[in-house]
């Protein structure tokens, strides 16, 4: 039988967005699990130490799962990210963002952005789709200028940027590029 006796409840009634759940814990959390956050402005704000996400859905938040300046890996798993202006943004992170078995579907402009000098991506068996006005998945790394026609380019370890997809094939259906 499950223990419960840290379970918590909340429900906030107003006409705008309330603030959300900001983690800036120096400890290692060890999961949020089985939670629901919705009409929030960052529904879940992560600095530093992170909490493993299991379980979890947002949706109809300004910002969904935002993580800024993370120390400690970030996992996502068997949760949904829906209906938010931003879904999940990783913002110069020194440790790794893993997201799996995840949907993050039907935001505005964002379904997944990593930036600045975010430290390895792993997406398995997640779907980002319907991104209304924006990107699917942005990867804006801010490098430093590289003089390519040097000689010292042979030893800069950031070049080249491999991604992997990974995850099972749709066996039915068709797939194909929408758009320019």
Known sequence: MPDHDRDIGLECYSLANWKGIEFS???KLSS???VD???AHEAM???EVTPD???VTVRSSIYGVRSANASSPLTIKDSSISGNVFAVIS???SSPLTIRDCIISDNVFVGIQIKDRSKGLTIENTVVSNTIK????SYNLDADPVNFCSDEVENMTSFPIFFEALGKPRTTG??????N
């Open 53 to 55: 996400l299991d379980h």
């Open 32 to 34: 949020l699990q089985y």
């Open 37 to 39: 956050v919705s009409l």
């Open 45 to 47: 704000k992560i600095r």
């Open 91 to 93: 913002d110069n992170a």
């Open 134 to 137: 924006g990107h699917g998945l």
């Open 25 to 27: 814990s120096s400890e």
């Open 174 to 179: 068709d797939c194909a590029k929408v758009g």
